[in-house]
């Protein structure tokens, strides 16, 4: 694929993430006493372009500037600047487990995602405490695992549903 | 039918890694006591210090300043507590379901305001 093309096709991805993670902050949160738990819709275009490789000529790098922009876009539209920081490390973490998992070649794309899942939900849960001052917050982590690979799950599944339509 | 969606083996290792690991952490929570006991007071902190205490029996209302100029409503009525208003963006702290029980704690992280039950 030629430069612009994929150019097109990375603002066209932007804007899908964009209004995805839009859609998520309306939905309800499935766990009332865990709110900070959600699908990570968001994550679905960052997880395609992961597995991109026919399209993308470096899928890596598109990914990670997918990702990045795309919390820093949402983040100064929809919410403040500590919510745009605490997103941006819960993404950059994820997004590094990944590509770790995705280069070891031992996960399949569902296991990938929800490595990505998992990984997102402890670096926020980390950071909250630490910034908090709360270690108390730390004990919810076993929500959050099973959340994270609940959620890496079903992300995983529709990305290679995507991908397949997407490729083929 | 877990291979056709493309699940592998090794998939479902770190699957199973994963809840053993949440499965310790859940069981050493209960093993702690965190939850099921009466509270009795509720205990409002911003930014990591005591802002104030107050008896979870009494129903009243609370504005809470905190990091960086954000403002919170604290509700106590029927002895549980809930954040009923925020000027946060993500409002969080509102959609938590409202607290009673020993140990639970809704937190409000753009304000760093932690509301904890005792």
Known sequence: MNRTKSLAEMGLLIAVALVLSRIESFLPPPVPSVPGIKLGLANLP???????ERRFPR????????????VLLAGFMFSGLWSTIYALSGAAVSFFIMLLCKLSKKLSLIGVSIAGGTSHNLA???????VMAEPRLLSLYPVLIISG???GFLVGITARLVDRILCS | MLKRIGFTRNDLILVAALLVF?????WRGVNIGVSSAVAEKVIIRVNGEV????????????????????????????????????????LLCVKHA??????ELIVCLPHRIAVELE
């Open chain 1, 46 to 52: 960052t997880v395609i372009l992961l597995y991109d």
């Open chain 1, 59 to 70: 899928p890596y790098i598109s990914a990670i500037t997918l990702s990045v922009s795309r």
């Open chain 1, 124 to 130: 926020q849960l980390a950071i909250a405490a630490f």
């Open chain 1, 149 to 151: 690979i609940a959620a």
């Open chain 2, 22 to 26: 949440a499965a310790f952490g859940a």
């Open chain 2, 51 to 90: 802002l104030t205490e107050l008896p979870l029996d009494e129903d009243r209302e609370l504005g809470v300043t905190g990091y960086d100029g954000g403002f919170n409503v604290v509700t106590i009525t029927n002895r549980e507590v809930y954040i009923r208003e925020a000027d946060c963006p993500d």
């Open chain 2, 98 to 103: 409202p607290a009673s029980e020993r140990g």
